[in-house]
């Protein structure tokens, strides 16, 4: 198991370039079974992405992934060496099912794994895969899909949730009738994955109030396109910018515009940048004041920013406080927070304050999930002495390359094994 030694005292300087978003890559990844080829640019070289490329080899696809570049043939795609015990690593291993159906009329998975960051049930992605015709079963781990969809027009609610939303988009493909997608999720990552399918020949509608409409076509043969680089990847700089630079950084690709409701509330903060074209400014802040923030749906302010936010609150005069509206217990990573002198208290399951300002000292610290690892390696950044940080897979499962880019701005940070 890895641990980061991160040390006190490193200034940020100079220019950084966001990479590709992992919500964004791993749909479009398991989209590539609807097609004999593909060729997707821009994936961020993460743990989650090889895993599905270790999931697909399984499947009997030929699989290429250098240079951010995901290239696969589909001509001997078959279920007889699913490797079962990989899909317990990430929840979005979901999303290969509504194409593993439309190929093989059946499919059974181990349930997916990933972070824990709260409850969160697949139950509305099976109600939704059952209201368009699919039979599922469940028997200890194994979750099991058979049968064909409804050839009639059908209507089906996402409840906002990017995962349901995703997966109902690839099931809608294969059907003969039209789907309409209720209260779906509108987030960038799930635009970008009708932006490539609408390219290769998917008829997908939009409208104002939150309804995708997919009507029945023929797919071409061929997927391609670029994945968007990652907001989340960009909140997540912009904060270490603004606890941690000499003046400042630049941060290109950011997806700014993704970015609204976050940039506006850490501008309440008093952290100032300036935005050209898509390179955001970030300064270093001083005098930092308390906020409150509530987590949202896009275009509110996004849940994955919560954890890094919450260290640029323990250096804020005041009491701030969290309003995490979205997953239940993804608080609780405050505790290591905690052990590094910050002042938490957590209220209930949804909501914290954050007493600052604090001096965080240096200790040995886990990441309990993707995001709060981020956060937690920022706090290290900012702590006195030296801070030991393990469990970072989390955090390679989404961040690319993370220590070796915060190297190359000035960070103090070393990665052992």
């Excluded at 990989?86 to 181990?110: D, H, M, N, Q, W």
């Excluded at 029945?216 to 606890?243: E, M, N, P, R």
């Excluded at 941060?251 to 050209?276: N, P, Y």
Aim: with cysteine.
């Amino acid at each position: 198991m890895s641990i980061y030694t991160i040390t006190w005292g490193a200034q940020t300087r100079w220019e950084i370039w966001v990479s590709g978003s992992k919500n964004a890559a791993l749909p479009l990844i398991a989209s590539t079974l609807l097609f004999e080829t593909a060729e997707l640019t821009n994936v961020p070289d993460i743990s989650d992405v090889h895993l599905m490329k270790d999931i697909l080899e399984s499947l009997g696809s030929k699989v290429s992934f250098e240079k951010n570049t995901f290239t696969i043939d589909n001509s001997g795609l078959n279920l007889t060496n699913l490797r079962q015990e990989l899909f317990k690593k990430a929840r979005a291993t979901y999303y290969l099912i509504p194409p593993l159906l439309s190929r093989f009329g059946e499919v059974s998975l181990t349930y997916p794994g990933g972070c824990s960051i709260g409850k969160r049930p697949i139950d509305g992605i099976v109600k939704g895969l059952e209201k368009l015709g699919y039979a599922s079963s469940q028997i200890d781990e194994l979750l099991s899909f058979h049968g064909q969809s409804h050839t009639d027009d059908t209507k089906v609610n996402a409840y906002f949730s990017v995962g349901s939303t995703i997966v109902l988009i690839l099931a809608a493909l294969g059907r003969t009738g039209t789907t309409t997608i209720e209260l779906a999720a509108y987030e960038p990552h799930v635009m970008n994955v009708i932006e490539l399918l609408r390219e290769a020949g998917a008829d997908i509608a939009l409208r104002y109030d939150h309804t995708i409409i997919i009507k029945s076509t023929t797919l071409k043969k061929h997927l391609t396109g670029k994945v968007i680089s990652d907001y989340i990847v960009s909140g997540t700089l912009a904060i270490i910018g603004a606890l941690t630079a000499e003046e400042y950084i630049d941060i290109h690709d950011a997806r700014i515009g993704d970015l609204t409701a976050f940039l506006t509330s850490i501008e309440k903060m008093w952290v100032r940048f300036e935005k050209k074209d898509d390179t955001l400014r970030v300064y270093r802040a001083k005098n930092l004041t308390a906020a409150h923030i509530q987590t949202n749906i896009y275009p509110g302010f996004p849940t994955d920013l919560q954890s890094p936010t919450a260290i640029l609150m323990s250096q804020a005069d005041g009491v701030s406080r969290i309003h995490e509206i979205l997953f239940e217990g993804r608080l609780n990573w405050l505790v290591e927070l905690e052990k590094m002198r910050g002042h938490i208290a957590l209220m209930n399951p949804h909501e914290a304050m954050i007493f600052g300002k604090t001096a965080l000292r240096g200790t040995k610290v886990s990441s309990w999930d993707l995001r709060s690892g981020a956060a937690m390696l920022i706090a290290g950044m900012i702590a006195s002495g030296t801070t030991e940080l393990d469990n970072v897979s989390h955090i390679e499962r989404g961040y690319e390359n993370f220590v070796e880019r915060l190297q190359g701005i000035g960070a103090k940070i070393e990665k052992q094994n």
